[in-house]
């Protein structure tokens, strides 16, 4: 898929199934706020259909909730959503608030999260999401978000674990979301995996310009 301006986001995924398989497992969405934006990447545990399952209900979770429900009732709302599902989900989630320049996010399981703060020369410091065990439906961990502020420039990734950790390494930050997230797969997909990557750029609202 080509990029997307959500709000003062701008994203782009890029996924694969396990080779061999037809369907992937891992979801992702990026949804409208009043106040900003929340982002959310979800694999199913396993392959195929179940996991499709598995990780369809968490996104269905998401985009069916009302108003600007806090980052932690998200979670909990999704984990009740797979109590009766046999294999669960792992997720990560980050909710931009515009008007304050934060990100707040946390994880469930092991979809892992890279902040990438820009700095001079298209450089940047990376932060990484720290990850809690559980899984959705199964077993939920003691929550406990993290807060970072962002700038117009900066790029957040979650990506499942079918793409190696390094994938947030030696990236040319200020290159189109959608070259990045296909460079990302390119290189860092495992093939023994279901893969999906999200990534998103904070940019200023058109007001501000």
């Known amino acids: 898929m080509g990029a997307v301006r959500t709000g003062n986001l701008e994203w782009a995924a890029a996924g694969a199934s396990r080779r061999g398989d037809t369907e992937s497992g891992d979801r992702c969405l990026v949804v409208p706020l009043s106040s900003g934006t929340l982002a959310i990447v979800a694999d199913g545990l396993g392959h195929g259909e179940p996991a499709a399952r598995?990780?369809?209900?968490?996104?269905?979770?998401v985009e069916s909730a009302t108003g600007e429900p806090p980052?932690?009732?998200v979670v909990r709302r999704c984990h009740a959503a797979l109590f009766d599902d046999s294999r669960g989900a792992v997720a990560s989630l980050a909710y931009h608030n515009a008007n304050q320049g934060l990100v707040t996010w946390l994880g469930v399981g092991n979809v892992e999260g890279?902040?990438?703060l820009?700095?001079?020369h298209g450089r940047y410091l990376q932060e990484s999401l720290l990850l809690?065990?559980?899984i959705l439906g199964?077993?939920?961990?003691?929550?406990?978000?993290?807060v970072h502020r962002v700038t117009p420039g900066d790029v957040l990734?979650?990506?499942?674990?079918?793409l190696s950790s390094d994938f947030a390494d030696h990236l040319p930050i200020d290159a189109h979301v959608d070259d990045i997230a296909k460079d990302i797969l390119t290189r860092c997909c495992k093939g023994t995996d279901d893969a999906l990557v999200l990534v998103m750029r904070y940019v200023e609202h058109a007001s501000c310009r």
């Open 132 to 134: 809690r065990p559980g």
């Open 138 to 146: 199964r077993q939920l961990p003691r929550l406990q978000p993290s």
């Open 157 to 162: 990734i979650l990506a499942t674990d079918g």
């Open 54 to 61: 598995a990780a369809n209900r968490v996104i269905n979770t």
């Open 114 to 116: 890279r902040l990438l």
């Open 118 to 120: 820009r700095t001079a």
């Open 71 to 73: 980052l932690l009732d």
